[in-house]
T-cell receptor
Framework: ETGVTQTPRHLVMGMTNKKSLKCEQH?????MYWYKQSAKKPLELMFV???????ENNSVPSRFSPECPNSSHLFLHLHTLQPEDSALYLC??????????????FGPGTRLTVL | GIQVEQSPPDLILQEGANSTLRCNFS?????LQWFHQNPWGQLINLFY???GTKQNGRLSATTVATERYSLLYISSSQTTDSGVYFC?????????????FGKGTKLSVIP
């Protein structure tokens, strides 16, 4: 595997389900990001991790819970989502620190549908 | 926050034609990236270009930071160039690590 990978690529879940999205980067980076891309809206940053510590949380509802167990893996745990949470969720990584100067590289995304 | 405007919003080209996509931003930036999002959603890095000019095959980009715009040139377009092209910027004044994305230019290349 190379670059940034994400699983699953597609996910359909009910509002009462609990699921997790997984991201893995093979670039030797230490900063990782979750972005959300909704229809007709620009990409929005959700969370940033630097050396496995969360450094930014952009007012994301608590039904989204990130986890970064090591510098190569990032998870997004989902529970009691709403239909408006349906979107493409993109993971990215960059060299650390996650400064504005570092180029970010994106995974293929998980397309989430909440019924 | 910083505003990022891309033009045109939609572009249809005949295969083999050339095109120029524009990105205007409202403040000084420290990072500017161009991406191509394919029909499956993958964001592919094209250029990291906070200033200057770069070329990669049929693609080239120029950022004039002092005038707050960037241009992406596509020459001899191919059907595989179809998709959405995003410009994204970051600046230290935001106090965050966020890449702020424009709304994109949707390119359709027809045979």
């Amino acid at each position: 595997e190379t670059g940034v990978t994400q699983t699953p690529r597609h996910l359909v879940m009910g509002m009462t389900n609990k699921k997790s999205l997984k991201c893995e980067q093979h670039l030797g980076h230490n900063a990782m990001y979750w972005y959300k891309q909704s229809a007709k809206k620009p990409l929005e940053l959700m969370f940033v991790y630097s050396l496995e510590e969360r450094v930014e949380n952009n007012s994301v509802p608590s039904r989204f819970s990130p986890e970064c167990p090591n510098s190569s893996h990032l998870f997004l745990h989902l529970h009691t989502l709403q239909p408006e949470d349906s979107a493409l969720y993109l993971c990215a990584s960059s060299q650390d620190p996650p400064s504005v100067y570092n180029e970010q590289f994106f995974g293929p995304g998980t397309r989430l549908t909440v019924l | 926050g910083i505003q990022v405007e891309q033009s045109p919003p939609d572009l249809i080209l005949q295969e083999g034609a050339n095109s120029t996509l524009r990105c205007n931003f409202s403040d000084s930036v420290n990072n500017l990236q161009w991406f191509h999002q394919n029909p499956w959603g993958q964001l592919i890095n094209l250029f990291y270009i906070p200033s200057g000019t770069k070329q990669n095959g049929r693609l080239s980009a120029t950022t004039v930071a002092t005038e707050r715009y960037s241009l992406l040139y596509i020459s001899s377009s191919q059907t595989t160039d179809s998709g959405v092209y995003f410009c994204a910027v970051a600046y230290s004044g935001a106090g965050s690590y966020q890449l702020t994305f424009g709304k994109g230019t949707k390119l359709s290349v027809i045979p």
